[in-house]
């Protein structure tokens, strides 16, 4: 039977296998870092001890904003800072990670007005410039989620919402998982088995690719439990091509959205309830409750604390685990 704790006044959690206690740790807890409009693209920067992110989505003409708010202290429970809008309108920015330069990696989604593309910009200048806008000289749909390989290549989710959600044109390509080479300028199709995918990580050795799938969310507030809620995972083939598809897990409640490893190799992910923890094996090991939760990030100066965004606030959650390392000088 499922075991639910307390790690303190704000704190829960939820037991399956005794595995998630080694997640936890003695010293768990998850109080509120700030009450603020967060939803998606979390990215902690170290250089910086600063935490970015974008907003929910307005409604009627869309909009939404990349923030950076720094934390104080370099023990946990960090303060928050000053938030400050870094960029807005963003052309509807997504999901969000650092380069091997500390460059912010930004999914822009796009306008009916202004092509979508996977963007990067300076933290320092602020200045921004297009990574990938196109495939065979079709448009993207709707960038979603990206990480950086250690090799430099770029790797990118690309479903549909924007055309679903009213604010992009009818797609003219599929709903694909892209590699984008920076050193030759090549972006290939790597996986188009999805319905909507999503979320995406490598596991720590980049042996292995994971890729959310949320198809049963077809539409703002809609669920379909007989489309795709699952977790798929491919094996890497020579660092560039993907190999042996197959079922990683099924998340329920809700749809699995952001996607994370720690060190150990677990698989962290977003639920309608929480993050939920699975093994390497794909064993659900246990859930940290986080209600309306979309995406997360690991950071802190260990990269023991998760940052977990639910649209109205962000939680800071001190876990034993710590983050697989993100190839990168800034985060």
């Given at each position: 039977?499922?075991?639910?704790?307390?790690g303190?006044?704000?704190?829960?959690?939820?037991?399956?296998?005794?595995?998630?206690?080694?997640?936890?740790g003695?010293?768990?807890?998850?109080?509120?870092?700030?009450?603020?409009n967060?939803?998606?693209?979390?990215?902690?920067?170290?250089a910086?001890?600063?935490?970015?992110f974008?907003t929910?989505?307005?409604?009627?003409?869309?909009?939404?904003?990349?923030?950076?708010?720094?934390?104080?202290?370099?023990?946990?429970?960090?303060?928050?800072?000053?938030?400050?809008?870094?960029?807005?309108?963003?052309?509807?920015?997504?999901g969000?990670?650092?380069?091997?330069?500390?460059r912010?990696?930004?999914c822009?989604?796009?306008?009916?007005?202004?092509h979508?593309?996977?963007?990067?910009?300076?933290?320092?200048?602020?200045?921004?410039?297009?990574?990938?806008?196109?495939?065979?000289?079709?448009?993207f749909?709707?960038p979603n989620?990206?990480?950086v390989k250690?090799?430099?290549t770029?790797w990118?989710?690309?479903?549909d919402?924007?055309?679903?959600?009213?604010?992009?044109?009818?797609p003219?390509?599929?709903?694909?998982?892209?590699?984008?080479?920076?050193?030759?300028g090549?972006t290939?199709?790597?996986?188009?088995?999805?319905?909507?995918?999503?979320?995406?990580a490598?596991?720590?050795?980049?042996?292995?690719?994971?890729?959310?799938?949320?198809?049963?969310?077809?539409?703002?507030?809609?669920?379909?439990?007989?489309?795709?809620?699952?977790?798929?995972?491919?094996?890497v083939?020579?660092?560039?091509?993907?190999?042996?598809?197959?079922?990683?897990?099924?998340?329920?409640?809700g749809?699995?959205?952001?996607l994370?490893?720690?060190t150990?190799?677990?698989?962290?992910?977003s639920s309608?309830?929480?993050?939920?923890?699975f093994s390497?094996?794909?064993?659900l090991?246990?859930e940290?409750a986080?209600?309306?939760?979309?995406?997360f990030?690991f950071?802190?100066?260990?990269?023991?604390?998760?940052?977990?965004?639910?649209?109205?606030?962000i939680?800071?959650?001190k876990?034993k685990?710590k983050g697989?390392?993100r190839?990168?000088?800034?985060?």
């Amino acid at each position: 039977m499922p075991e639910s704790g307390t790690g303190d006044d704000e704190s829960t959690f939820t037991v399956f296998r005794d595995g998630f206690r080694t997640v936890l740790g003695k010293s768990f807890r998850r109080p509120v870092l700030i009450e603020t409009n967060a939803h998606e693209g979390p990215v902690y920067a170290r250089a910086e001890h600063a935490l970015y992110f974008t907003t929910v989505p307005e409604p009627g003409p869309k909009n939404i904003a990349i923030m950076r708010l720094p934390l104080a202290g370099d023990t946990f429970p960090f303060t928050a800072g000053p938030l400050e809008v870094v960029r807005q309108p963003s052309n509807m920015a997504n999901g969000m990670c650092l380069d091997r330069k500390g460059r912010l990696v930004i999914c822009e989604q796009g306008t009916t007005t202004e092509h979508a593309r996977i963007a990067r910009m300076d933290l320092k200048t602020r200045q921004i410039e297009s990574v990938a806008d196109r495939w065979r000289g079709l448009p993207f749909n709707s960038p979603n989620d990206v990480v950086v390989k250690s090799d430099g290549t770029v790797w990118f989710t690309d479903p549909d919402y924007g055309a679903i959600q009213g604010f992009k044109p009818k797609p003219e390509s599929g709903v694909f998982v892209y590699r984008h080479d920076p050193a030759t300028g090549e972006t290939a199709v790597v996986a188009d088995s999805f319905n909507k995918p999503n979320g995406l990580a490598f596991s720590p050795d980049e042996g292995v690719l994971y890729v959310t799938d949320t198809g049963a969310n077809q539409a703002p507030g809609t669920y379909f439990p007989n489309l795709p809620h699952h977790i798929r995972a491919f094996d890497v083939h020579n660092g560039r091509h993907l190999q042996g598809d197959r079922l990683f897990a099924v998340v329920s409640p809700g749809c699995p959205d952001g996607l994370k490893l720690d060190t150990k190799g677990r698989v962290y992910t977003s639920s309608a309830t929480g993050v939920q923890v699975f093994s390497p094996d794909g064993d659900l090991l246990g859930e940290i409750a986080a209600p309306g939760v979309a995406n997360f990030t690991f950071g802190g100066p260990k990269n023991d604390v998760l940052f977990i965004l639910g649209d109205t606030k962000i939680w800071q959650a001190k876990l034993k685990a710590k983050g697989a390392a993100r190839p990168t000088a800034g985060g």
